[in-house]
């Protein structure tokens, strides 16, 4: 009886060990290839610059643009609330006022100021309304027209 102790203890070692080694290396990985404590991570990214998409970008911009009017709710709505002197700024137009530059690509926009960038997405579309700049965006079933007093000269 006293041998059947023994075994079973060794048993119990050699199993236990083989479970802790087992659920390391799938926890952790082949420690020997796949994990590098030492490698150096990447730095994070500027706090000071924003990037990213943003359909209230102009918005966001209060040293070049004042957004003056919003109307928002369905295409044919906001559409109608076009002003009547307003004038589609064409794809490929690049349009600067003070810091800010905005780019006229298709249906969005692009806006930089400093290391800013800003995407207005997809379907956007930039108007001229005498000293004042529209923006109007549509998407599935919702439209959004914001109205915006150039702060800055271009």
């Not at 079973?8 to 802790?20: D, S």
């Not at 530059?101 to 926009?109: A, K, N």
Request: aromatic fraction near 8%.
């Amino acid at each position: 009886m006293r041998q059947l102790w023994r075994y079973l203890v060794l048993a119990t070692a050699i199993v236990l060990t083989i479970a802790v080694y087992a659920t390391m290396r799938a926890r952790l990985g082949d420690l020997g290839s796949h994990v590098r404590f030492w490698k150096a991570t990447a730095p994070p990214p500027k706090s000071d610059t924003t990037v990213g998409d943003a359909p209230w970008a102009l918005s966001a911009l209060p040293d070049c643009f004042i957004q003056r009017a919003q109307t928002t709710g369905n295409a044919a709505y906001v559409r109608g609330r076009l002003p009547a002197n307003a004038q589609l700024v064409a794809a490929g137009t690049r349009l600067t006022y003070g810091p800010c530059t905005i780019f006229v690509r298709g249906d969005e926009l692009l806006v930089e100021r400093g290391s800013d960038r800003l995407r207005v997405p997809p379907r956007a579309q930039l108007y001229t309304a005498g000293n004042s700049l529209v923006l109007l965006r549509v998407s599935a079933a919702r439209a959004d027209l914001r109205t915006y007093d150039i702060a800055t000269q271009q």
